[in-house]
């Protein structure tokens, strides 16, 4: 037991380096900007923050939060600990997550075009909440020690010996179990990996928790679910209270949640996945055993790997027209002709990847448009091109629109429009002028989905969202009156579309996406294509008698079409066909159910929220300091500190410095929450060294202290399909050396201040998985550092720039990078910034340019498991090698040529990647070999 605690806490040092290295250590979510004045709502249980103005929906949250948050802590505990949440309003991205360190939580406040049949607000509640549950679990037994020894990141340590996919499985559970809706109720969370088991095979474990770069593998919250929702089945509640108990309580065994998950199955996590991944295939193949597949036709493509056509639209001369994504290549607007012939059209930037729209001459989707300095501030806007002519155009500017649909005349465009208050409605431009001509929404304020026109013009149905579920809604454009063609349900139904009387959309009545039909006359519904998985994204022929669609398959969604006759549609009654979800067998009347409670209504007072009073928030601390430049542990004594805005990082430090047998004081604070960002550092410590003179050698004390303060400004330029960003800074630093008194020795300059200067510019095309560089891109760095106050010339300039270039197939690339500096140094040098030829060590000049040229190209991907569970092997790949150095001005060459071997692993069971690898460098100049590890850490 005293080896297995030992190699435990070596263990932890080890991942704390990791998770501590240089800024890495800090998790910063983004910032607001600077004029958001910001308010709280104090409960017993929650700290709500929240811009001013918000009020309305914090309120909300807080009677969402106090009503559901015991049950959502059941089993675990009682109640977790106090949690304070941020609420954003200014993104377009909806998202949410809970940090353990520091503990707190951010709410990205804006449905997707993708939401599941319950409002944002619930389903943030249920799944979020979860997160902070987890974490507050694993405050106990040896926990609680980790916590004592080093804070909040002690929590986060344990959280790291959990598998992403309970973590996320586990949440998923609570958003299903506790409502009527939830992701473990939609077909399209789950058929992905139905789809892999029937179509494929079961994989390892490692790659179904780590992805591959060869197949695609579901995320890791579709294969949580089941292994968290199967464990409930066949073991209880208890079961999974248990495995986090021995995490949290022995975590010193290096494997808690191994031991705790085979004490109540006897079966290890290996063995327990692949248990329920064949009970889960034999279910599978039981219900699929006497599928008949409908008389549709598949579009034949040609792709290699795992790639998705979503969203057809079919142009008058049976063209069509879709969106293309996958792992192998970015997303791209294509083509395709009935014969499967593949036109690439256009690739847009960063689409939202939610809808589609095009005619016989345009294609219209909304796109992110990024805040010039604030990550937490972004646009979706619309955009348009001209296939024919070749010409972009954008119709709205930092905007907050989604799903754009083309009028059928291609005189108008309907599109769903998300205020930063919340509020919710349809817009209609004009075409022409590029004006919004009218607007349309309800009284209860519901959310639209994926608005689509009638043949003439005229209607728009259009899924929407309320308090009881979703609903098919039928639009007159002109009076703006509606009418409800299917009422409101918590069973999926998404992307309607029609043409005459007839509405055809996708719904999981049968536990699949089916298409469906209702007659907007009669209000008659039918089963239209009964899928064997899932098919999505419908739409008419021009002249009605086809459906086109994506059908999916394990080799991802395909373009396929069936005939559309009426008088062959099967009648169906979703009210007579009541399915029962695997959860739904675990519901009880003692089950909290959300969507089923009373949410009160009561008003917590408002006060403002203090940025200067929440300027600092301890989170971490530990007997040990950190040496960000070379990531060293010494002895000492640590406190961090970020505060849960995102704007202010600061730390504290002692370290006693063994080779001087002295200790050092240090102090940083960094504010990102002004335009520019501000940094801070001062540190104080005792120096020694032995001088050698004429009347021997000397031992020498001193004083040195450091004041440094610095001034950036990161710039996001990024546009279309291209990541762009502009950071100007400046550093001033000045050092103030001490002799102790008695000394026989003197500094010639006992105050030295430096002056920095950067730029640094990047610009480079979004890059796919797979891509090794990006196919085309650049970076360039500018530095100037010189002592303006000292009599001596120091100064110093660098140069330096990496250019990116397509190599000859795809994802293979080549790296460039040219690079100049020159010092002229007095008494103060600086260290070398420009790059010197790989192989080489312990060369310092005054004048040099580098030349450094790179091939990369991947060799294998193996998704190998050394040890299940263990060591996961996912990529192998390579680089050439060129570099050249000139020392001026004497012309003194030094080159280097040689290999890099890369390999990429998941070890232990754990997030983040490692890459591993080995250079054999050739010196040309000295016309000897020598070797280098490489080791690295992607998080």
């Keep these: 037991m005293r080896i297995r605690i030992f190699t435990t806490l070596i263990l932890i040092l080890t991942l704390t380096t990791f998770a501590n290295k240089a800024e890495a250590q800090y998790y910063l979510n983004g910032q607001d900007p600077a004029s958001v004045k910001w308010r709280q709502i104090d409960t017993k249980h929650f700290k709500l923050v929240f811009p001013q103005d918000y009020d309305s929906v914090a309120q909300h949250y807080a009677n969402l939060l106090m009503l559901s948050t015991p049950y959502v802590a059941h089993p675990y505990l009682k109640q977790a600990r106090p949690l304070t949440i941020i609420l954003h309003n200014l993104s377009t991205q909806a998202n949410a997550m809970v940090s353990p360190a520091p503990y707190h939580a951010d709410i990205f406040d804006i449905p997707s075009q993708e939401i599941y049949p319950q409002l944002w ?84 474990i490692d790659k179904a928790q780590f992805g591959s770069y060869k197949d695609f593998v579901p995320d890791h919250y579709t294969l949580g679910y089941q292994l968290v929702l199967n464990g409930v089945q066949h073991y209880g509640t208890g079961l999974w209270n248990g495995v986090l108990n021995e995490v949290a309580r022995r975590s010193y065994t290096i494997f808690p949640f191994t031991i705790g998950l085979h004490k109540a199955t006897h079966m290890g996590k290996v063995k327990f996945y692949h248990h329920v991944m064949n009970e889960l295939k034999e279910k599978w193949e039981n219900e699929n055993a006497h599928y008949q597949k409908p008389d549709f036709k598949t579009i034949i493509t040609k792709n290699k790997f795992y790639t998705n056509y979503r969203f057809p639209n079919v142009l008058s001369n049976g063209n069509i027209i879709l969106e293309k994504s996958g792992p192998d290549d970015i997303n791209r607007f294509v083509m395709l002709t009935p014969a499967g012939k593949e036109i690439r059209l256009f690739t847009p930037g960063f689409d939202y990847d939610q809808s589609l729209s095009s005619n016989d001459s345009l294609i219209c989707w909304n796109e992110m448009d990024f805040d010039l300095r604030w990550s937490n501030r972004d646009y979706s806007d619309i955009k348009l091109y001209n296939y024919h002519t070749k010409k972009l155009t954008q119709l709205t500017r930092k905007s907050r629109y989604f799903a754009p649909a083309l009028s059928p005349d291609s005189k108008y465009l309907v599109a769903v429009k998300v205020d930063d208050q919340g509020h919710y409605s349809l817009d209609f431009f004009d075409l022409r002028s590029g004006k919004v001509i009218k607007s349309f929404h309800t009284p209860d304020n519901l959310f639209f989905l994926t608005p689509h026109w009638s043949p003439d013009s005229q209607h728009v149905v259009v899924t929407v969202l309320g308090n009881h579920g979703k609903a098919l809604l039928w639009l007159n454009v002109n009076t703006l009156k509606y009418r409800l063609l299917m009422p409101f349900s918590y069973t999926e139904m998404k992307w309607p579309v029609t043409y005459g009387n007839w509405v055809i959309y996708t719904a999981g009545y049968e536990d699949k996406d089916n298409l469906y039909a209702v007659n907007i006359n009669t209000g008659k519904m039918f089963r239209y294509m009964d899928a064997r998985f899932g098919a999505v994204d419908a739409t008419f022929s021009p002249e009605g008698k086809k459906v086109y669609f994506a059908n999916y398959t394990a080799d991802g969604y395909k373009p396929a079409f069936m005939d559309f006759d009426p008088s062959k549609l099967v009648p169906f009654n979703p009210q007579k066909n009541d399915i029962q979800y695997p959860v739904d067998k675990l519901v009880n009347k003692s089950t909290f159910i959300l969507d089923d409670s009373v949410v009160p209504g009561k008003v917590y007072p408002v006060k403002k ?331």
């Design 121 to 204: 607000q619930k389903q943030l509640v249920l799944h979020e909440f979860r997160h902070a549950v987890q974490m507050s679990k694993m405050r106990q037994g040896f926990g609680n020690v980790l916590y004592a020894v080093l804070g909040e990141q002690g929590t986060a340590l344990l959280m790291g010996a959990l598998p992403f996919w309970f973590i996320e499985g586990d949440a998923v559970y609570s958003e299903t179990i506790h409502s009527k809706s939830g992701r473990g109720r939609m077909p399209d969370f789950t058929y992905p990996l139905e789809a892999q088991v029937l179509g494929k095979k079961i994989y390892p």
């Design 609 to 939: 929220y203090s940025r200067l009073g929440h300027l600092f928030n301890p989170y971490g601390w530990g007997p040990f300091s950190l040496n960000l430049n070379n990531y060293a542990f010494s002895p000492g004594v640590s406190i961090l500190s970020q505060n849960n805005l995102s704007t202010a990082i600061s730390s504290l430090k002692y370290t006693w410095d063994r080779n001087q047998q002295t200790g050092k004081y240090s102090f940083s604070f960094n504010y990102y929450g002004w335009y520019p960002e501000i940094g801070l550092n001062a540190s104080t410590q005792n120096r020694r060294t032995y001088l050698t003179d004429s009347t021997g050698v000397h031992e020498v004390f001193w004083n040195e202290s450091d004041l440094s303060a610095s001034l950036k400004l990161p710039l996001n330029l990024s546009h279309g399909k291209v990541v762009a960003g502009l950071q100007p800074s400046v550093q001033y630093e000045i050092r103030y050396l001490t002799m102790k008194p008695g000394s026989h020795y003197y500094f010639k300059n006992p105050q030295i201040a430096n002056l920095t200067y950067q730029l640094y510019e990047y610009s480079y095309l979004k890059t796919s998985p797979k891509d090794i560089y990006p196919k085309w891109g650049q970076t360039l760095q500018v530095t100037f550092q010189n002592t303006p106050f000292i009599s001596e010339t120091n100064d110093q300039f660098a140069a330096q720039a990496h250019f990116y270039l397509p190599g000859f197939i795809r994802h293979q690339g080549i790296s460039v990078y040219a690079g100049y500096e020159n010092q002229e140094t007095g008494d103060y040098p600086f260290s070398m910034l420009v790059n010197i030829p790989r192989g080489y060590s312990g060369l310092f000049f005054h004048q040099y340019f580098t030349l450094q040229a790179d091939y990369a190209f991947p060799i294998a991907y193996p998704d190998w498991d050394l040890i299940q569970g263990g060591f996961y092997l996912k990529r192998i790949y390579s680089h050439l090698f060129y570099d050249y150095m000139n020392r001026m001005p004497y012309n003194e060459v030094f080159s280097s040529t040689g290999i890099e071997l890369y390999t990429e692993w998941n070890l232990l069971n754990k997030f983040p990647t490692a890459t591993l690898g080995v250079r054999w460098n050739y010196l040309q100049s000295q016309k000897s070999n020598t070797f280098d590890l490489l080791l690295g850490i992607n998080f």
